[in-house]
Structures are given as C-alpha cells and as structure tokens.
C-alpha cells in the first residue's frame, strides 16, 4: 500500500475559539476521530480515491472509535449529543470526505432509519451488530428519474401473505453494492404510501435474488466511497423486514431531518482542512524572493476564507443547539445546508488556485476535497432545493409544482 506522509497543521481554523464551548466528552471526541484521520486515514486515502476502492483496513479502527451510531441511544450506540455527532463528521470530512461519507450512510442514514422507523425489536436484531461495525449499511432511497424529487418514488412494494414482492431500481446508493443491512424505500401497490424494507444478506453473504446492484464508476469526487445503481425485480422481503413506523413519505423526511446537519458539518470539516493547507502552503512557498504570505493578494484571499469558515462554523454550531433543544425546522436546516455548501465549495476552490498548479496534486489533498464538496453540494438536497424549502418558509407559497 502506498502511503503519503503528512504533517498536521499549525494553523488556527478555530478563529472565534468555538471548541472551547465543547462539553468535555465532545472535546474527547474531536480528538480521538482527528487523532485517527491523521495517523490512519491520511496516509492511505489518496491511493484508495486514485483507484477508486474503499479502505476496508480502516473498518476495525473506526469500530475501536466508539462512534457508530453517534446520536442513537441503547442498543450499543455511544448516545451522543449533536454537538458530539458534528465533531466526528466535521474531523473526518477534515481528513477526508469518502470515510465520512460511508459513515454518514451507515451510521446516521441507515442505523437513524432503523432507529426511528423499526420496532423494539428491529432494532434489537440490527443496531447492535451495526454498531460494531460487525455488519455494514446502506439506505436506498434515490432513484435514477427521482432525485431531488423522491417523493415521486416508482420503487413498488406488493404484499403477498407474509411476504412482499419488490420492483424498481435505485442508483446511487452508497455501499449498495456491499452492505449487510440496506434500508429500502418503496410505494405500497395497495394504499400508495411509501414504506421502508430492510433488505439483508443471508448467511453466505448474498442478497436476496432479485437484488441486483452495479457499483458506479467514472466519478470525480468520492472516488473512496461505492455508490451503486441497483435495479430490483421481484425481490422477495418477509413482513418481519418491513419498518412499522414508516407509513408515509413524511416519516422518511423525519429520517432526513434528523441527519441532513451531517452534510453541513462535513462542508465545514472540508472548508477547515483547506483553508489550513492553503495558509500553510503560502508561509512555505517562496516566489519573488518572499513567501507568498507576505503578499497583500494572499493575506486578503485567506482572510476572507477565514471568515467564510467562521460564518460556516457560527451556523453549524448554532443549528446543533437548535436541534439539541428540539426547536431545529427543516427550514432551518436547509438554511445551513445550502449556505455551508456554497461557502465549503468556494473555500476550497480557493485554496486551489492559492496553491495554483500543485493544487491539481493529490499529495497536497486540496483537490480531493474539492471534488467531494462537490458532492456534498449535490446530495442531502441540492442548493436549489434548499433555498426553496427556505423561500416556502419565508414566503408561504411553495415553488414545487
């Protein structure tokens, strides 16, 4: 395995000391998931994301971490606060933004599902396995024609007896391909309303027939983390399988809800790690006789960095408050998800072209996070979807037709 040798950096991205108001068990979280970014995922990312494989060597680390399941409580989960939830994306994103993704999927997407949606005993049968990491996770709700707009979902769920005949195609599904546990959303033929089935390998590894899943190649961004396209034909699921508190579309928005801060606190962990590349690279780089630092040019691009990544920080660390309290709005939410986004994105570009031609290097990371917050602007709800959920809420009046 090749390995790239990186040294953490001395740069303060905490400007207004924000982890100061961190409990002592957030503070003991942020250390430990940064402590494991940097000695365990930082030397190997780049070779995993140029190859487009995951980093299965990980897995056993990030169980050691005590992280799975971050928020959930029982069933094995460490229980965390939002606060505590939001350092383990925010310092993984900080490393890199596949981990992150594939714990986002498992753990908030799928383990938060099971959790929210399943009965007691549901629960029971999976979370705690999922919690050590013993099986994987996956949560199957975008489709080819229905993105944005999953609410529209064509994925068909029929029932026979105690069983249920499933159809339709899913894509983009990250560890679809691979996972035990894949929580699976479909339209019930009889009344209409989406429901939620756990599809689960069986003893030999093997999904269900009719569980048909392609991992998806030629990606720019989070090359580390599979997504597949999964098409679905006459896939048998037992009652036993089917979640009883998802009975309606609104019920998997609840799922949505409750995980979409994830996604902004990773556009910050994205924002950090290049503003601190950058502002170290500009102390290094000598052009001119001077480093670049000492140029006016660059002391202003990093300050204006500096203070889109402490806007970025302010509203991440408030919506955690917000939500802890349980006064968060899906408003709200969408507020600080499209405005981390658009901040995370531009920071990062920036940092680009401040480390210019060896920004397009691997070796410096830089243009890893760009492409993955490429990807981070597009998923858990597009810009443009979020500003409208933000202008319903401003206006009253709903642009959707």
């Not at 949560?139 to 944005?148: M, V």
Request: hydrophobic share 40%; charged share 25%; net charge negative.
């Amino acid at each position: 395995m090749t390995t790239t040798t990186t040294t953490p950096t001395t740069v303060n991205s905490d400007y207004f000391s924000l982890d100061e108001e961190l409990a002592p068990e957030e503070l003991a979280i942020r250390d430990k998931v940064r402590q494991f970014a940097e000695e365990r995922v930082l030397p190997v990312i780049n070779d995993y994301w140029e190859r487009a494989e995951f980093p299965d060597e990980l897995l056993p680390g990030l169980a050691e971490l005590g992280i799975i399941g971050t928020y959930i409580q029982g069933y094995g989960c460490p229980g965390m606060s939002r606060k505590g939830a939001g350092m383990v994306a925010r310092e993984m994103a900080r490393a890199d933004g596949s981990i992150n993704t594939f714990l986002g999927v498992h753990s908030n997407l799928c383990m938060g599902a099971l959790y929210m949606l399943g009965n007691d005993e549901q629960r029971q049968r999976w979370l705690p396995a999922m919690a050590r990491l013993e099986k994987t996770g996956a949560f199957a709700l975008t489709e080819p024609d229905h993105g944005s707009d999953t609410v529209a979902l064509e994925t068909s769920a029929r029932r026979e007896g105690d069983t249920w005949i499933i159809d339709g195609h899913k894509r983009w599904i990250g560890n679809g391909h691979a996972a035990d546990v894949v929580v699976l959303f479909a339209r019930n033929t009889e009344d209409g309303k989406v429901n939620a089935f756990v599809v689960e390998k069986d003893a030999e590894g093997n999904h269900p027939a009719g569980y048909g899943p392609t991992v998806i190649t030629g990606k720019i961004g989070k090359r580390a983390i599979l997504q597949a396209d999964i098409v679905i034909e006459g896939m048998r699921i037992p009652e036993t399988n089917r979640l009883e508190n998802c009975r309606s579309f609104a019920d998997v928005s609840r799922v949505l809800q409750a995980t979409r801060g994830g996604a902004a606190w990773e556009a910050v962990g994205h924002a950090m790690a290049c503003f601190e590349i950058a502002a170290d690279y500009a102390a290094k780089r000598v052009q001119f006789g001077n480093p670049i630092a000492s140029y006016q040019l660059v002391q202003h691009r990093l300050a204006n960095m500096l203070s889109e990544l402490t806007a970025m920080q302010l509203m991440v660390n408030r919506m955690a408050e917000l939500a802890e309290k349980g006064t968060l709005t899906n408003a709200m939410a969408s507020m600080v998800k499209m405005a981390t986004a658009q901040k995370g994105k531009w920071i990062c570009n920036e940092a680009r072209e401040l480390l210019a031609g060896n920004g397009l290097l691997l070796e410096n990371h830089v243009a890893r996070h760009l492409t993955d917050m490429e990807v981070v602007s597009t998923y858990e709800g597009t810009d443009s979807i979020q500003a409208l959920l933000v202008g319903r809420d401003i206006t009253g009046i709903s642009a959707f037709r």
